[in-house]
């Protein structure tokens, strides 16, 4: 396989602005750098979901949602309504929380039911499901990629970067790789700042990056000491 150019890697990048204290002129910059850099996509918090689609209108950058982070505690009511309305304002993709409480209780029909509903509710967008990958066994891996396939899921992501779910490695995405269907994807996320990172991902088996650094991995500039690990 070729090696990948820093250029090669910003068609993968999803780029990532899910700070609690980001303001509508951090989300004015987050998304022209999208449109300088060519970046897949900005990621944002729903209530950034319609200035992002206004700032991005007439490009090809997408808009993606990220639903129930960090905790992944909602009832499947709220985050049906949270995901519709993010449907409702124009947003293209949905990250979502799985419900990990219910998939380590064993619960596993309520959680695909869980699970199905976030499908249902994106009307036909990509879905991705975010599994927080390092508090998962090795069963629970499996039988959440499972569900997560069967339920309709296009992404497996591993690590919302916020809470206990731990960076992305090499490791990490062949795992979620061996375990993924033939259908599926899988979104590297958490802790990726610099390109040397970003392409060992991308040819252990990565479709898309999460990352708040999409700049720096693509122009070899330092890492903001601030930004967040997603």
């Known amino acids: 396989m070729p090696q990948l150019r820093p250029q090669d890697l910003a068609p993968k990048i999803q780029h990532t602005n899910l700070n609690p204290d980001a ?7 987050l998304c ?11 990621v944002v918090n729903p209530i950034w979901v319609r200035d992002a689609k206004r700032l991005l209108r007439g490009t090809e950058v997408k808009v993606c ?28 993709e949905v990250d979502f929380m799985i419900a990990v409480g219910y998939l380590k209780s064993g619960m596993i029909e309520v959680f695909r039911e869980d699970t199905e509903a976030m499908v249902e509710a994106a ?4 879905v991705k499901a975010i599994l927080e990958f390092a508090l998962l066994t090795e069963d629970e891996l499996r039988t959440a990629a499972r ?11 591993n690590s919302s970067g916020w809470g206990k779910g731990g960076h992305a490695t090499v490791e990490v995405v062949r ?10 994807r899988i979104k590297a996320s958490a802790g990726i ?7 060992a991902l991308v040819e252990a088996g990565a479709d898309l990056l999460g990352t708040s650094a999409g700049v ?13 690990t997603y």
């Open 193 to 199: 700042r610099d390109y040397r990172t970003a392409a």
């Open 123 to 126: 009307e036909g967008r990509v």
């Open 32 to 42: 022209k750098e999208c449109v300088r850099y060519g970046f897949d996509a900005a």
């Open 216 to 228: 720096q991995i693509v122009t070899g500039a330092a890492a903001e000491s601030g930004d967040q």
């Open 65 to 92: 949602a990220v639903v129930n982070i960090p905790l992944g505690g909602s009832t499947t009511l709220a985050k049906v309504v949270e995901v519709r309305n993010a449907v409702a304002m124009g947003c293209d």
């Open 175 to 184: 795992a979620m790789r061996s375990v993924a269907g033939p259908n599926m």
């Open 147 to 157: 569900v997560c396939e069967e339920s309709g899921v296009h992404y497996l992501k």
């Open 23 to 29: 303001t509508r002129r951090d989300i004015e910059r």
